[in-house]
Structures are given as C-alpha cells and as structure tokens.
C-alpha cells in the first residue's frame, strides 16, 4: 500500500480516535492520582485520616482509583471502541495490482 493509500483507509480514522481516548484515560488517570495523593497526602502524618487501615490519600488515590479506571476502561472498550480488522480486503488488493 502507498503512504496516500494508508490516509484513505478508514481504520487509521479509527485508530487515531481511539489513541486520543486512551491518552484521555491517562490524563484522568494521572489526574485523580495526583489530585488525592498530594492533596490529601500532602499535610503532616499526625494529621492523617484513615481508611480500612490504609492512609486516605493512599486509599482514595490508588485504590478507588484503580477501581474507577477499571470501570472508565471497561466503559470505553464496549461504548467507544470499534472493532476494526488488521486484514486486508481481497478488494483492496486487487484493486492495487496485487502488491501488499
């Protein structure tokens, strides 16, 4: 396939959304890590607050936070992603004089 070919080919359209979403969930992810860790960690130890034994900035920082990406993921993967095939259509490849 040429490099003009390649722009047309709807899967990288597809491809490229989906990269954006994935770098979304970072940012969110790093966000609300950072946001609950510093935040809530950021004071003195006597001053802490805990949860199920865990410090709070700890707990809500990488523990909830893990469960919510899991659920934020697991959203995306079945609403937004697309199931797009890595083949080569038969159509295609005759249609470029057989080359791949």
């Known amino acids: 396939m040429?490099?003009?070919s390649n722009?047309?080919?709807?899967r990288f359209k597809i491809a490229n959304r989906e990269a954006l979403i994935g770098v979304g969930l970072v940012l969110i992810n790093f966000g609300w890590w950072y946001?609950?860790?510093y935040g809530?960690?950021?004071g003195s130890v006597e001053e802490y607050t805990y949860v199920f034994g865990f410090p709070a900035w700890f707990f809500y920082?990488?523990?909830v936070g893990f469960?919510?990406?899991v659920v934020l993921v697991t959203i995306v993967v079945k609403y937004f992603?697309?199931?797009v095939p890595?083949?080569?259509n038969q159509s295609e490849n005759e249609s470029e004089g057989g080359r791949e």
């Open 2 to 4: 040429s490099r003009d």
């Open 7 to 10: 722009q047309n080919d709807p």
């Open 35 to 37: 946001g609950f860790a």
């Open 40 to 42: 809530l960690g950021s």
């Open 61 to 63: 920082s990488c523990i």
């Open 67 to 69: 469960v919510v990406m």
């Open 81 to 83: 992603f697309t199931y």
């Open 86 to 88: 890595f083949e080569v």
